[in-house]
């Protein structure tokens, strides 16, 4: 069974940093974008940033600088390095991974569960 799994989440006080992770396990054929993506109490999900297989990034523009998305292919997983961190950056991080099974052709978005990030100021 295939599944995505975040990690490193925890309280940090404005401008401190933390690195995420995220690992995809499970019996696949390959992994293609990757994406972090968070969502604040009352509000809707919004993307962070995307990484594909070969190392090219997106991100939020208000994001640019402070956070940095990079994976390890070898090891099936993502990182979302954050710092400068602010308490508007206070949220429930999820990671998604864009997933190809062997019975399948395309691949499948699957998504983690999620951690938290508080940010206090």
């Known amino acids: 069974q295939v599944q995505v799994m975040e990690s490193g989440g925890g309280l940090v006080q404005a401008g401190g940093s933390l690195r995420l992770s995220c690992a995809a396990s499970?019996?696949?054929?390959?992994?293609?974008?990757m994406g972090w993506y968070r969502q604040a109490p009352g509000k809707q999900r919004e993307l962070v940033a995307t990484?594909?297989?070969?190392?090219?990034?997106s991100y939020a523009d208000s994001l640019k600088g402070r956070f940095t998305i990079f994976r390890d292919n070898a090891k099936n997983t993502v990182y979302l390095q954050m710092n400068k961190l602010k308490p508007e950056d206070t949220a429930v991080y999820y990671c998604?991974?864009?997933?190809?099974?062997?019975?399948?052709?395309?691949?499948?978005?699957?998504w983690g569960q999620g951690t938290q990030v508080t940010v206090s100021s």
């Open positions: 998604n991974a864009a997933i190809r099974e062997y019975s399948v052709n395309l691949p499948f978005l699957y």
């Open positions: 499970g019996r696949f054929f390959s992994i293609h974008v």
């Open positions: 990484i594909t297989p070969d190392g090219t990034t």
